[in-house]
């Protein structure tokens, strides 16, 4: 967006394939680390999950044992998960104020 006439050049088939692989790379260690936590743990008698889907939250509910390092596990996660996109988000945004800001004339803004 900040600079147009260069999106081609910059957004070509391997940045695209970059961030596609990043953003898989980045959730299939997150899910996975939630799933062994969960799964190696030690469940009680009740085995119904009052929810529609079977989520991280609803099966900590299931789990006897201690479930301390799973929420702490799951809520840096959310953090990370959230805060990362954020950050990219607001930059991208300042970046095309700045570039707006600079254009001199009323028109060209538009």
């Not at 070509?12 to 190696?40: D, K, M």
């Not at 889907?53 to 299931?62: E, G, H, K």
């Not at 959230?82 to 300042?94: K, M, V």
Request: hydrophobic share 50%.
């Amino acid at each position: 967006i900040c600079q147009p006439l260069h999106y081609m050049v910059i957004m070509n088939r391997e940045a695209c394939f970059g961030l596609v692989a990043a953003s898989w790379l980045a959730g299939i260690p997150v899910q996975l680390s939630q799933t062994v936590l969960v799964f190696t743990s030690h469940f009680c008698d009740s085995n119904e999950i009052n929810h529609f889907f079977c989520d991280i939250p609803a099966l900590l509910n299931l789990v006897c044992g201690d479930t301390s390092l799973n929420e702490q596990i799951a809520l840096v996660e959310v953090v990370v998960l959230a805060l990362i996109p954020f950050s990219l988000i607001f930059l991208s945004y300042l970046c095309i104020g700045n570039t707006i800001l600079k254009i001199p004339s009323v028109e060209g803004k538009r």
